[in-house]
C-alpha cells in the first residue's frame, strides 16, 4: 500500500490589498491548508482596504478609517493565510522560484521558494524629480499608511493654506477633502482644464464647479519646485510665473504601476510600465506567475490597445481570476473600457470609453456630440441639469465614448453606456434600449439616449 502523501504546493503574495488578499482568499477558498500554504507579503500596516475611500476620510465623510478596512489581517489569518505584515519584498527570483523579503521592523532578511506567485505591488503616486519634492509636508496619498501621514500632518500644521498638485481624480477629490477641513485651497495643474480623463469642453465644468467650492485653480501650469523654511519644512509651490503659499501639499498628478520587483527580475512590461499577462492573469512567458491590480496594463475592448487603469474594481476583479486559476480552477478577466465616476461636492462626474484624444491616437475617425438635459422630468421637483458627451465612430456608429457632468442621478447613467460598449453596441441601437421611466427618476427620453439619437444621426448625415 502507498503511503505517500501529495507535496502541498506554496503560493506566494506580494501585495496585500485588494488585488492581493482577493486572489489569496479565492485560493483558499478552492483549496484547503492541506493542499496549498498561502503566505502573503505586506509592507505596510492595513490589508485589503479601500484606497478610493482615503479622500473622504481625510474630508471628514468618513469618521473612521478602519471603516475602509474590508478584511483585518487577523480575519485573514483565521482562514489559514499565513499574512507578514511590515513585510517588504526586495526581489524576484523566477529561475529559482522564490521572493526574498525584509522586515522592516528588525532589518531581518529571508528567502521564500514558491510553486505559485501572484505579484499583487500597486501602483505609486507620480513624484515629479524636482527640488523638494520630499520635504516633510508633501504627500503623496495611495494607501491608507499614506493618508494617515496626512492626518498626521494636518494636525500638526498651524497653517491653513493647502496646494493640491494635479487635478485627476485624487487631486479633485483631495481638493475637496481639504475644503472640508476648512483649507484655502490651490490646485496647480498643467492641463488646460482639470479632470484630463475627461475632454477639455467636459472639464470646464468641472473647474466652475471647484471655483464655485472656493477653490483656486491654477490651469496650464508647471510646478518647477517646492520651496522649504530654514526647518526644511514645504512652505510654497513655485511655477515659472509665481510661487504658491502652501503648508502642506498633496500630490494628485496621478499614479504609475510599482513594478520595480518585476523590471529587475525580467518580466514583460507594457508601453506604461505595467506588468503584461495574458487573459488569465498569468504573467506572459512565466507557467507559474500571476499579476493583478494597479501594476498591470489591461486591454481595452474599445481601442484593442494595453491601458493602465488603477480601480478597485479591476483590482478586486483580478484577484478573483487569478485565485481561482492558482487555486486549481480556470477564469479570464477580457477587458475593460474604462468605466470611472467621482464627484466634486454634488457635481457628479462619469466617463468610459474613448476620449477624442484617445480615438486619434488609435486612428479611429468619429463624430461628436453634446446635449443638455435634466435629471428627472422637467416638471418634476429638483429636476437638475446634466451634460452628455458621446463619440461614436464615423460609417459605422459604433459607440466610442461617454462622459457625463451633472448633479444627482448623472453619475451612475454612464453604466448604460458602460454596458453598451461592451456589447459593441452602435449610437442608433442604443436609441431603443428599453430604460426605466419615471417622472422622479428621468424624462422620457434618459439622456444617454438623448445623446445616442444625436449621435446616430450625426453619423447618417456624414455618411
Not at 239 to 258: S, W
Not at 348 to 375: C, M, N, P, W, Y
Request: hydrophobic share 40%; net charge negative.
Amino acid at each position: 500500500m502507498n503511503m505517500s502523501r501529495t507535496r502541498r504546493e506554496r503560493l506566494v503574495v506580494i501585495g496585500g490589498d485588494a488585488a492581493g488578499m482577493s486572489a489569496a482568499s479565492q485560493a483558499r477558498r478552492l483549496k484547503n491548508p492541506d493542499e496549498l500554504e498561502i503566505v502573503a507579503f505586506e509592507r505596510g500596516h492595513f490589508t485589503s482596504y479601500s484606497a478610493c475611500g482615503i479622500p473622504y476620510w481625510v474630508g471628514g465623510d468618513v469618521p473612521d478609517r478602519d471603516r475602509l478596512i474590508a478584511r483585518t489581517p487577523e480575519e485573514h489569518r483565521a482562514r489559514d493565510i499565513d499574512l507578514r505584515l511590515r513585510t517588504e519584498v526586495t526581489e524576484v527570483d523566477p529561475d529559482r522560484q522564490r521572493v526574498r523579503a525584509r522586515d522592516l521592523e528588525s532589518g531581518a532578511e529571508s528567502w521564500t521558494s514558491y510553486d505559485k506567485l501572484v505579484i499583487a505591488t500597486g501602483a505609486r503616486p507620480i513624484r515629479p524629480d524636482i527640488p523638494g519634492m520630499d520635504a516633510p509636508g508633501v504627500h503623496g496619498v495611495q494607501t491608507l499608511d499614506d493618508g494617515q501621514a496626512l492626518l498626521d500632518t494636518l494636525a500638526g500644521t498651524r497653517g491653513r493654506r493647502a496646494v493640491v498638485v494635479g487635478a485627476g481624480y485624487i487631486g479633485v477629490e483631495m481638493a475637496e477633502a481639504l475644503i472640508n477641513r476648512g483649507y484655502e485651497v490651490t490646485v496647480v495643474n498643467r492641463g488646460s482644464e482639470p479632470m484630463s480623463t475627461l475632454d477639455p469642453d467636459m472639464g470646464r465644468l468641472v473647474h466652475e464647479a471647484m471655483e464655485g467650492l472656493g477653490i483656486t485653480m491654477v490651469n496650464d501650469a508647471e510646478v518647477t519646485k517646492i520651496l522649504t523654511d530654514d526647518d526644511g519644512r514645504v512652505r510654497a509651490v513655485a511655477t515659472e510665473d509665481r510661487d504658491f503659499p502652501a503648508d502642506v501639499v498633496v500630490l494628485g498628478i496621478g499614479v504609475r504601476p510599482e513594478t520595480t520587483l518585476a523590471k529587475a527580475a525580467g518580466l514583460p512590461l507594457g508601453p506604461h510600465d505595467g506588468l503584461l499577462t495574458d487573459r488569465s492573469m498569468r504573467v506572459r512567458g512565466h507557467e507559474n506567475i500571476w499579476a493583478g491590480g494597479d501594476c498591470v496594463e489591461v486591454l481595452d475592448l474599445v481601442s484593442g490597445q494595453e491601458r493602465h487603469i488603477a480601480l478597485g474594481t479591476h483590482a478586486n476583479k483580478h484577484g478573483q481570476v487569478i485565485g481561482t486559476n492558482t487555486g486549481g480552477g480556470y477564469a479570464t478577466f477580457p477587458g475593460v473600457v474604462g468605466t470611472a465616476v467621482s464627484k466634486v461636492c454634488d457635481l457628479e462626474i462619469a466617463r468610459t470609453g474613448l476620449r477624442e484624444k484617445d480615438a486619434h491616437r488609435v486612428g479611429l475617425r468619429f463624430e461628436a456630440v453634446t446635449i443638455e438635459s435634466t435629471s428627472r422630468a422637467g416638471y418634476y421637483p429638483d429636476a437638475s441639469p446634466m451634460t452628455v458627451k458621446m463619440l461614436a465612430e464615423q460609417r459605422t456608429g459604433r459607440l466610442l465614448g461617454v462622459q457625463i457632468v451633472g448633479r444627482e442621478g448623472a453619475g451612475k447613467r454612464v453604466d448604460i453606456a458602460a454596458v453598451a460598449l461592451t456589447a459593441g453596441m452602435t449610437a442608433d441601437q442604443m436609441t431603443t434600449l428599453d430604460l426605466g421611466y419615471a417622472p422622479p427618476f428621468s424624462p422620457v427620453w434618459d439622456p444617454v439616449l438623448v445623446a445616442a439619437r444625436k449621435a446616430a444621426a450625426k453619423v447618417r448625415s456624414s455618411s
